[in-house]
């Protein structure tokens, strides 16, 4: 099991809330990423670090915005949430070498919102 | 347009039963292909990793295969187990970026019946 987490595992909320999706990992990896996942459906990345103090926006257009203050943590926060948020929302981090050949990635087990 | 393609989308089969999962690809220029497993409500877990000179890879039960000329690749899963139960995904890795970005397939979500 990868030392990597996730809180909380599932979250129903009233739209207009303001939510914190937590995710921390204990390798000391430098790459974070946060993903987005709807049933059935591919994985679209979000966000994504190289490091503290670095923060980008994926492929996928989020109005949720990360931050990464800390090697070991990279919380996602929606301002507002809405019914369209509800998603699967998974959290990986990675080591880095200069041969991404070797790079794996290590997911968390994600955090299921429902926003009604 | 870099994508991975899974077939099937779903698999049926009976325990103690082979079975073969399907990724085309068309990532460019292409470094790594992972074979994930995903149960449900989880995260996907590394089944198996494959660079561009490795044609096969075994993990217990799991056996990936790599044709990187027809950037195909293959899993196939010997004497099926109720645990087997889960989505596959093929992940591809590009190489010329320092994030090696990650494209993901859909997944074949696979049910193994007693």
């Known amino acids: 099991e990868a030392d990597i987490y996730q809180t909380p595992r599932y979250l129903v909320i009233g739209t207009g809330k303001k939510i914190t999706l937590e995710c921390s990992q204990t390798m000391g990896h430098d790459k974070m990423y946060w993903y987005q996942q709807d049933p059935g459906m591919e994985l679209h990345l979000i966000h994504y670090?190289?490091?503290?103090?670095?923060?980008e926006k994926g492929d996928l257009s989020s109005e949720s915005t990360v931050s990464r203050i800390r090697t070991e943590h990279f919380p996602l926060t929606l301002e507002s949430a809405r019914p369209s948020h509800t998603s699967q929302y998974l959290c990986?981090?990675?080591?880095?070498?200069?041969?991404?050949?070797?790079?794996?990635?290590?997911f968390g087990q994600g955090t299921r919102l429902t926003v009604v | 347009k870099n994508q991975v393609e899974q077939s099937p989308q779903s698999l049926i089969i009976l325990e103690g039963k082979n079975c073969t999962l399907q990724c085309n690809y068309t990532v460019s220029p292409f470094s790594n292909l992972r074979w994930y497993k995903q149960d449900t409500g989880r995260g996907p877990v590394s089944l198996t990793i494959m660079t561009f000179s490795e044609n096969t890879k075994s993990n217990g039960r799991y056996t990936a295969t790599l044709d990187a000329d027809t950037k195909q690749s293959s899993l196939h899963i010997t004497a099926s187990q109720l645990s087997d139960s889960a989505s596959y995904i093929c992940?591809?890795?590009?190489?010329?970026?320092?994030?090696?970005?990650?494209?993901f397939g859909r997944g074949t979500q696979l049910t193994v019946w007693p």
């Open positions: 992940v591809v890795s590009d190489r010329g970026s320092t994030l090696g970005r990650l494209y």
């Open positions: 670090s190289y490091g503290v103090n670095s923060t």
């Open positions: 990986a981090s990675s080591e880095y070498y200069p041969d991404s050949t070797r790079t794996e990635a290590f």
